[in-house]
């Protein structure tokens, strides 16, 4: 059964997403909240500011980092909302799970910046990590929600563009059909606390600016996924975006892909956003940084040798 504070979060961001996040607001109005009232930053960690190739990021650095090792983290926020500020909290955490260092990148957003903007930053970003020395087998890609869908985009990106592949990517409740089909979207939506569908089909539309919503590079469940690293996926059953989640897994299962797929009961939407508060999500974060460190550490586990 959910713990109570679960319970107490999940009824909390109704309130909050209805009240001060609901869709009749600005893009502009909803940054401004994102990034500026829920930003923390985890002890033990520090913050760098870095451009990456004239993009905007951050290197989140706990004590005990392999500096060896590194995350390329890519935010949540349905590509329209989000920033190194509103997740630094959220990537220091897995970062210190992983015992390494993480880089957040504040990618291009839409309305102002189409489909595939986001995607190209994200690859600008890793290929900006193996020119300062880091093995591709010593990266991991992660990202929350549009930056879960984000992070598979990415790896497709670069597959097909012929640069090695990381070493994995962790996903925390993807978004991965931007059509927004998923049998999930309707039999989710009353336990769901914080996505509506029809939002999401109208930042999807701001994101794509025209583009086909089936684009493999938009919506990775519709992508061939041959080649890529192994994926580890965390989703909650009272998601809308549960079955996005799912249809990404047996996609990538179905191509070859070696993948995790990690469903909690009753957790919502990002619920490992609550770390340390809420004791899933504080148990999720652990299995973040267990999948990182048995993958680097597995031998021959990387696809580069």
């Known amino acids: 059964m959910p713990s109570v504070s679960s319970r107490f979060f999940k009824v909390a961001i109704r309130v909050v997403v209805k009240v001060f996040m609901n869709d009749y607001y600005h893009e502009k109005y909803l940054r401004f909240v994102y990034s500026n009232v829920l930003p923390r930053l985890s002890p033990g960690v520090r913050c760098e500011e870095v451009s990456v190739s004239g993009i905007p990021g951050a290197w989140l650095i706990p004590d005990d980092a392999d500096e060896g090792r590194a995350i390329l983290f890519l935010h949540g926020g349905a590509y329209v909302i989000g920033s190194i500020k509103s997740h630094r909290d959220l990537a220091s955490q897995v970062a210190a799970a992983a015992r390494c260092r993480a880089l957040i990148i504040d990618y291009r957003l839409a309305p102002e910046n189409k489909f595939p903007a986001a995607v190209e930053d994200a690859a600008t970003a890793y290929k900006w990590l193996l020119s300062r020395g880091y093995e591709p087998e010593k990266i991991m890609l992660a990202g929350d929600s549009a930056g879960g869908g984000l ?22 409740s993807p978004w991965t059909d931007l059509g927004v089909t998923g049998e999930s979207v309707t039999t989710r939506a009353s336990v769901e606390p914080m996505l509506v569908a029809g939002a999401l089909r109208k930042d999807a539309a701001r994101y794509l600016g025209g583009a086909d919503r089936k684009d493999p590079l938009a919506s990775p469940i519709y ?34 892909v070696e993948v995790d797929l990690d469903v909690w009961a009753g957790m919502f939407h990002v619920w490992q956003f609550f770390s340390p508060l809420v004791p899933e999500s504080r148990r999720a974060i652990e299995e973040l940084g267990e999948f990182f460190r048995r993958t680097l550490d597995a031998p021959g586990s990387s696809m580069n040798g």
């Open 151 to 172: 992070s598979v985009a990415a790896l497709i990106y670069l597959r097909d563009s012929g640069h090695p592949m990381p070493a994995g990517a962790m996903l925390l």
């Open 223 to 256: 992508a061939d996924l041959t080649g890529l690293p192994p994926l580890y996926i965390q989703v909650g059953t009272s998601e809308i975006l549960l079955d996005d989640a799912r249809r990404l897994a047996e996609r990538a299962k179905g191509d070859g």
